[in-house]
């Protein structure tokens, strides 16, 4: 909240105020959310919200509202991330990931672990480790859903560090299961990444034609935070790769 508004709720409501909070931070999700289906949140949609989300966060970890602040952590890692707050988000993620190791919930702390590993990464940080443990926690919660999202960030650290066959295998899997599954968001990450692995390799054609996929299925679906990623991508290859500015032009103004 605001910090005049949180002073005022406090003098009226006393030691209620975090409830007031936490029940912001369920608005934000339920009202942006809703919005976004199933993927993350852009941080554009939250841009004058942080400070709000940002204490509203803060009440349900310390009212130990746990789904709440994981729900709160799927929606809007993203933008909590790219506005600077990603410690803040470390210390959020470390709590619920001693709360599900308490619980023995596998589910949630395979969620938590690919969560940090990612942030590891966007930091500069190693976070090969946390994939790693992501994978064989999440094959103990014997959730697909999970086990796809953990083999494309291990998938993404193997080829980050140049072990490409490796990489190339794990994010086979990962799109293997993604298809299972049917879940059109994940289809296109693995897909973005398995197209950057045979570009690493130099398999130019297949990593074309892995990447346009992917670009198409994000078109048909809408999401737009993909696709940009994905025209990029497609246009750095036409530039560097095949030498065909005029192509590559074209990718990257449609991203």
Same mark, same amino acid.
């Given at each position: 909240l605001h910090p005049l508004l949180r002073d005022s709720a406090r003098q009226m409501l006393g030691n209620a105020a975090d409830e007031v909070n936490a029940r912001m931070c369920r608005h934000y999700i339920q009202l942006i959310t809703s919005e976004s289906a199933s993927r993350a949140v852009s941080p554009a949609?939250?841009?004058?919200?942080?400070?709000?989300?940002?204490?509203?966060?803060?009440?349900?970890?310390?009212?130990?509202?746990?789904?709440?602040?994981?729900?709160?952590?799927?929606?809007?890692?993203?933008?909590l991330f790219?506005?600077?707050?990603?410690?803040?988000?470390?210390?959020?993620?470390?709590a619920l990931q001693t709360h599900a190791e308490q619980a023995a919930n596998f589910d949630t702390m395979a969620e938590l672990l690919t969560l940090r590993s990612k942030l590891h990464w966007w930091r500069g940080h190693d976070g090969s480790p946390l994939?790693?443990?992501?994978?064989?926690?999440?094959?103990? *919660? &014997?959730?697909?859903?999970?086990?796809?999202?953990? $083999?494309? /960030?291990l998938g993404a650290w193997l080829n980050r560090t140049n072990r490409?066959?490796? *990489? &190339?295998?794990?994010?086979?899997?990962?799109?293997? $299961?993604? /298809?299972?599954?049917?879940?059109?968001?994940?289809?296109?990450?693995?897909?973005?990444?398995?197209g950057n692995s045979l570009l690493n390799q130099n398999r130019i054609d297949e990593a074309q034609a892995v990447l346009q996929r992917g670009l198409q299925l994000a078109e048909q679906i809408g999401y737009y935070r993909a696709y940009v990623i994905l025209a990029g991508n497609l246009g750095t290859l036409y530039a560097e790769k095949l030498g065909d500015w005029e192509t590559a032009v074209r990718y990257f103004e449609q991203g």
């Amino acid at each position: 909240l605001h910090p005049l508004l949180r002073d005022s709720a406090r003098q009226m409501l006393g030691n209620a105020a975090d409830e007031v909070n936490a029940r912001m931070c369920r608005h934000y999700i339920q009202l942006i959310t809703s919005e976004s289906a199933s993927r993350a949140v852009s941080p554009a949609i939250v841009a004058d919200e942080i400070s709000n989300l940002h204490a509203a966060l803060h009440a349900a970890r310390h009212n130990q509202q746990y789904k709440t602040l994981l729900d709160a952590i799927r929606a809007f890692f993203l933008p909590l991330f790219e506005y600077g707050v990603w410690q803040k988000i470390e210390e959020h993620i470390l709590a619920l990931q001693t709360h599900a190791e308490q619980a023995a919930n596998f589910d949630t702390m395979a969620e938590l672990l690919t969560l940090r590993s990612k942030l590891h990464w966007w930091r500069g940080h190693d976070g090969s480790p946390l994939a790693q443990q992501a994978v064989k926690v999440a094959h103990r *919660a &014997e959730e697909p859903h999970l086990i796809a999202d953990a $083999l494309r /960030e291990l998938g993404a650290w193997l080829n980050r560090t140049n072990r490409l066959t490796e *990489a &190339e295998t794990m994010l086979r899997h990962s799109l293997s $299961l993604a /298809e299972m599954i049917d879940d059109q968001p994940k289809i296109i990450s693995a897909l973005n990444n398995l197209g950057n692995s045979l570009l690493n390799q130099n398999r130019i054609d297949e990593a074309q034609a892995v990447l346009q996929r992917g670009l198409q299925l994000a078109e048909q679906i809408g999401y737009y935070r993909a696709y940009v990623i994905l025209a990029g991508n497609l246009g750095t290859l036409y530039a560097e790769k095949l030498g065909d500015w005029e192509t590559a032009v074209r990718y990257f103004e449609q991203g």
